[in-house]
């Protein structure tokens, strides 16, 4: 069986920028200060970048959910839609607040919750909605926005997998009433640790500063992190620019096997950012262990590869109310393979080794 030889796929990649930032952290001892010049810089280039105007630091994607819907003033006795198929976070963090997650099935092309969905769904407690962009899918923003609006319920837009993306021509992150950022270890910014909470609304970001204030910032990101993002984010464009390039050749080697796999699918006048690239392996929507035979024989391929989110479709109905059927939320968390950044700022020819390990090692199983 061929083998992936090029790899293997490190990140983050070695950043002379990101190193001389560090350097004059270190030089200008901001790097053992509580407050400095990085963290400032940092919130205001968000703020441009994502359209907003304001930008909350904080140590992770996870504890931004759940300051957003602290900020929203979610709590005991409300509802909070969330996709069948996400972050295992996203629900810890509605059940953080006090609040009941209502699970609502996804697209099965985008991956992400589909709003149509949401139309014959008892509301009369829902405050707010979680959505995530997810594995190269993007929400429909426009539509859910109009929906909330009428129907009164807040929204929190989590970006983490994609900064960059834009809908409509607008910047992923700047549509929800809140939208959160990641920067941990594996994501396409990052500083090990971290994240950010971006809104327009001044109240929600004061009842959050209120909440992370324990007479000191509770969940805080450092000057360090700081100084080690800022020139990621200079990047951030020509970067998703090389992964959209790559998925596009690796998707056109990947759809001769279009009857096993399904791909992504991005709408029209939206443009993801590429954090995990996302297929279904079809045979195993309905028997999973077919998925898990496929990827164990990719990673000994030494191909990057791995299962989506496990989803919620087996939680516990004490846990949460479910809103029709979960159907697609329960094939895609069977029979996701996702393929991880990294290979897409590779060298073409190792990432399309890749593309190429996929489809022999895959053609071999189902013949
Ligand atoms: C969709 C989504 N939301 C939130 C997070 C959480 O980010 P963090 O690891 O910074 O807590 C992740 C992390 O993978 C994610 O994929």
Not at 215 to 225: D, K, M, R, T
Request: charged share 25%.
């Amino acid at each position: 069986m061929q083998q992936v030889t090029l790899g293997p796929f490190d990140w983050p990649v070695a950043d002379e920028d990101v190193r001389v930032a560090l350097e004059q952290a270190y030089a200008d001892g901001s790097w053992g200060r509580y407050h400095g010049p990085h963290c400032e810089a940092l919130a205001a280039r968000l703020c441009d970048q994502f359209s907003r105007k304001r930008a909350m630091l904080c140590s992770s994607g996870t504890i931004g959910v759940e300051l957003a819907l602290r900020g929203l003033g979610v709590g005991e006795g409300d509802e909070v839609v969330l996709a069948g198929y996400d972050f295992s976070g996203n629900f810890r963090a509605i059940e953080a607040v006090g609040a009941r997650p209502v699970l609502v099935d996804v697209d099965s092309e985008t991956w992400c919750l589909d709003i149509r969905r949401l139309e014959g769904l008892d509301s009369s407690a829902v405050k707010a909605v979680v959505v995530s962009h997810l594995h190269g899918g993007l929400v429909d923003m426009p539509k859910l926005m109009n929906m909330a609006s009428r129907r009164g319920w807040r929204i929190v837009e989590d970006a983490c997998q994609q900064p960059g993306a834009s809908i409509e021509g607008q910047p992923v992150g700047s549509w929800g009433d809140v939208s959160v950022l990641s920067f941990g270890g594996s994501k396409l910014l990052t500083s090990g640790r971290g994240g950010a909470v971006l809104t327009d609304d001044m109240q929600v970001n004061q009842r959050m500063k209120i909440y992370a204030n324990r007479g000191n910032q509770a969940f805080p990101l450092s000057e360090l992190q700081a100084a080690a993002l800022l020139p990621q984010l200079k990047k951030l464009e020509e970067r998703n620019q090389a992964r959209e390039r790559r998925v596009g050749e690796i998707l056109q080697i990947t759809s001769q096997l279009a009857s096993w796999l399904r791909p992504v699918a991005s709408r029209a006048e939206t443009r993801p950012a590429y954090y995990k690239l996302a297929w279904s392996f079809m045979p195993a929507e309905t028997q999973p262990e077919l998925r898990d035979q496929l990827l164990a024989k990719l990673q000994t391929a030494g191909a990057p590869l791995d299962a989506g989110f496990r989803g919620f479709v087996g939680r516990s109905t004490r846990r949460c109310r479910k809103h029709g059927t979960l159907s697609n939320s329960k094939r895609l968390s069977q029979s996701t393979l996702v393929l991880h950044h990294p290979v897409l700022l590779a060298h073409k020819k190792a990432a399309l080794q890749v593309a190429e390990v996929l489809v022999e090692t895959l053609r071999h199983q189902v013949s």
